[in-house]
């Protein structure tokens, strides 16, 4: 964390998220209730949070997983940009979701974009914590914005 340009890689999820989602309001509305449907029941306030808790504990592991873990022993068989890619394609399968299937790429493609993001910032700390953290603060922005705007 000593390293500044780090926090980019970090933020840089949030901001696909906004990206995400505000493309979407404009032309892809479909998108926001397919995210509301699979995520309705654990959306509150109420809830608010135990969500945070469910939130940290889901990104870390998934970090551990998929960064620490798979990207890391695919990464010793191929160069780190083919690692990162086929590392984040299989996560963003992990995450399909049934639906309309224009809104289920969209979905995907967001997903595996901060896949990506989440994979650089553990390649270039490697520290599962600090994916972690860029996890978590993207998988909280897009919770936060969907309790404000339903």
């Known amino acids: 964390m000593k390293k500044k340009r ?3 890689w970090i933020i840089l999820p949030v901001v696909m998220n906004a990206v995400s989602i505000g493309l979407a309001l ?3 509305p479909e998108y926001l209730e397919h995210v509301l449907a699979r995520t309705e029941a654990f959306l509150s306030w109420n809830l608010f949070f135990l969500l945070i808790l469910q939130l940290a504990v889901f990104a870390l592991g ?3 997983a998929w960064r620490a873990f ?3 022993q695919v990464s010793k068989m191929m160069p780190i940009v083919p690692a990162l890619l086929f590392s984040s394609l299989l996560f963003a399968l992990g995450h399909i979701a049934f639906g309309a299937p224009l809104v289920v790429v969209y979905d995907l493609f967001f997903v595996f974009i901060n896949s990506v993001l989440f994979g650089v910032v553990f390649y270039k700390t490697n520290n599962a914590w600090i994916s972690a953290i860029a996890h978590f ?3 909280l922005s897009s919770v936060i914005f969907f309790l404000w705007i339903y």
């Open 6 to 8: 780090i926090w980019f």
């Open 26 to 28: 404009l032309f892809l």
């Open 62 to 64: 998934e970090e551990i």
């Open 70 to 72: 798979f990207q890391k």
């Open 137 to 139: 603060l993207a998988n």
